[in-house]
């Protein structure tokens, strides 16, 4: 335990990004709470001093309470929050049953929210604090299939955005990290994929995208490039708001950017036939 240390708490911290984040954060010498749903059973994580795993689900407000309150008993006080925990869905909106929908927008929206409600009066007392937000480049820009997942990370973006200017009055900074297509096992463990009994109006469409999608996760980044551009965002002391990870997220901005919405729209139809 160090109290002298800066202290991240991490959601979501049991694989990728945020496992990995709370590793080098402790490469850097910082005290790291890692926060998980089921932290008995949590692997890749050697013990230390300025670790601690702790339980916390974003849909269970009493957990978030216990944990914040745990961390700071520990380490003196929170500096960063990385609101980390999420999943996505897959598939066409007309196959989402109403728990899927409602699960997608719990996890990825409002147990964000949670977190943050239950942790800024901490950085307010303060007058300091950073709460990290992790978005996606899908918070951005679109592809089909991807309509709740992509909901709630334009969700996130407003939300962030916004809570710059009512936070900012009290020292506390916001945080976007918007990664492309990351070696995870996003499409894995944490995907849900949107299937209705007889509905194949989109089976055509959706092997085609399945396919240009598999082609684009070849290339794609690894969590600790996002667990350095994470550490950079709590640790350049600036106003900046956004922070791009990977060159296809970067590409695919600058594309929109330049060339408009149309230019992007059209791109992803050619590709798809």
Known sequence: MDQMAQTILITGASTGIGQETAKYFLKKGWNVAATMRNPDAATGFDAHDRLKLLHLDVLDTGSID????????EFGSINVLLNNAGYGTQGPIEAASSEQIAR?????????????QAIIPHFRGNKSGTIINVSSIGGRI????????????WAVEGITESLTFELGQFGIRMKLIEPGAIATDFGGR?????????????????????????????????PIDVAKVIYKAATDNSSRLRY??????????RLRRVFGDSFILNAVKRRLG
Do not use: C
């Open 142 to 153: 679109t592809l089909p299939f991807y309509s709740l997942y992509h909901g709630t990370k």
């Open 104 to 116: 997608q927008f719990d996890t990825n929206v409002t147990g964000l929210i949670a977190v943050m």
């Open 66 to 73: 216990a944990a914040i309150t745990a961390t700071i008993a």
């Open 244 to 253: 791009l990870v990977g060159k296809d997220a970067k590409l695919f901005w």
């Open 190 to 222: 944490s995907m849900d994929y949107l299937e209705k009994e007889g509905l194949d109006a989109y089976d055509d469409m959706l092997a085609r995208f399945n396919k240009a999608r598999d082609e684009a996760v070849k290339s794609s980044a690894a």
